[in-house]
Nanobody, 120 residues
Framework: QVQLEESGGGLVQAGGSLRLSCLRS????????MGWFRQVPGKQRELVAA???????KYADSVKGRFSISSDDAKNTVYLQMDSLKPADTAVYYC??????????????WGQGTQVTVSS
């Protein structure tokens, strides 16, 4: 079992910044690949950022250059720094372990998510 707890969301004006955190616990490993997904009502969850166990990162085109994913293994925490936020970034954000870094397929465990709302 893996527990994931996302935090750091909120209401921000367009152009602002937020940093999301994902605290991991349970059956976790420093070899896990991790990803941040987001979901809006009526749409599937989409992968916005991924980090490999070796520290490699990749991003969806829509957030490239604005979002940055990082991890702190000592704190069992994965972060998503979001800058230059746009109203289109409004969504519930989730973190999860990935089945594969290149595939971006999510694992079985999800947290409760954290709401990000960007006002224009």
């Amino acid at each position: 079992q893996v527990q994931l707890e996302e935090s750091g969301g909120g209401l921000v004006q367009a152009g602002g910044s937020l940093r999301l955190s994902c605290l991991r616990s349970g059956s976790i490993s420093s070899f896990d690949h991790m990803g941040w997904f987001r979901q809006v009502p009526g749409k599937q969850r989409e992968l916005v950022a991924a980090i490999s166990s070796g520290g490699g990162t990749k991003y969806a085109d829509s957030v490239k250059g604005r979002f940055s994913i990082s991890s702190d293994d000592a704190k069992n925490t994965v972060y998503l720094q979001m800058d230059s936020l746009k109203p289109a970034d409004t969504a519930v954000y989730y973190c999860t372990q990935l089945r594969g870094y290149y595939s971006g397929r999510p694992g079985d465990y999800w947290g409760q998510g954290t709401q990000v709302t960007v006002s224009s």
